[in-house]
T-cell receptor
Framework: NAGVTQTPKFQVLKTGQSMTLQCAQD?????MSWYRQDPGMGLRLIHY???????DQGEVPNGYNVSRSTTEDFPLRLLSAAPSQTSVYFC?????????????FGPGTRLTVT | GDSVTQMEGPVTLSEEAFLTINCTYT??????LFWYVQYPGEGLQLLLK?????DKGSNKGFEATYRKETTSFHLEKGSVQVSDSAVYFC???????????FGTGTRLLVSP
């Protein structure tokens, strides 16, 4: 049981390039989320999904797209990278919506946009 | 909107010292409260939680009590170890567990 996995671990992009951050979980969790972590700001929710085919925006969705074609995978796409998207990105999953269900976080992807 | 305020770090302690990391929150309704820990190079792990007023969450010697009257959820440990060195995040969920609101994190450094 690998839990939540993220690839790549590190990435450097030039302004305007596109890329996809991969996230996968093998726990059959319905709920998945993407957060970004910036110094002095904690983690902020970008997008989330409550099941395959269903996604919604979080606190800071601009510049990011997501889709959820399978229960296991929840990729995050940057269509045209900007320096303001330099951050550490965490994917998380949970079995259910209530506080009884723990959220499991992946190890993160450190992205630098130059 | 909902928000979480944590004390700024780093907090530097010697091994076996008492730890307090303050956390206060603003939320509508009755949020659930959490402490997460992030060890170097790793993702966040749930440390403890409390889902209603006066609940005490505890794990690995850490404790925090949900205080509705002071809107606080301070993290405490009686005797810290070097292995406790990490960043600690206070968080709340008021509109569904999926939507966690995090504080800015407090770095704890414990020296032998």
């Amino acid at each position: 049981n690998a839990g939540v996995t993220q690839t790549p671990k590190f990435q450097v992009l030039k302004t305007g390039q596109s890329m996809t951050l991969q996230c996968a979980q093998d726990m059959n969790h319905e709920y998945m989320s993407w957060y970004r972590q910036d110094p002095g700001m904690g983690l902020r929710l970008i997008h989330y999904s409550v099941g395959a085919g269903i996604t919604d925006q979080g606190e800071v969705p601009n510049g990011y797209n997501v889709s959820r074609s399978t229960t296991e995978d929840f990729p995050l796409r940057l269509l045209s990278a900007a320096p303001s998207q330099t951050s550490v990105y965490f994917c998380a999953s949970t079995q259910g919506p209530g506080p009884a269900y723990e959220q499991y976080f992946g190890p993160g992807t450190r992205l630098t946009v130059t | 909107g909902d928000s979480v305020t944590q004390m700024e770090g780093p907090v530097t302690l010697s091994e076996e010292a008492f730890l307090t990391i303050n956390c206060t929150y603003t939320a509508t309704g009755y949020p659930s409260l959490f402490w997460y820990v992030q060890y170097p190079g790793e993702g966040l792990q749930l440390l403890l939680k409390a889902t209603k007023a006066d609940d005490k969450g505890s794990n690995k010697g850490f404790e925090a009590t949900y205080r509705k009257e002071t809107t606080s959820f301070h993290l405490e440990k009686g005797s810290v170890q070097v292995s406790d060195s990490a960043v600690y995040f206070c968080a709340l969920s008021a509109t569904g567990f999926q939507k966690l609101v995090f504080g800015t994190g407090t770095r704890l450094l414990v020296s032998p």
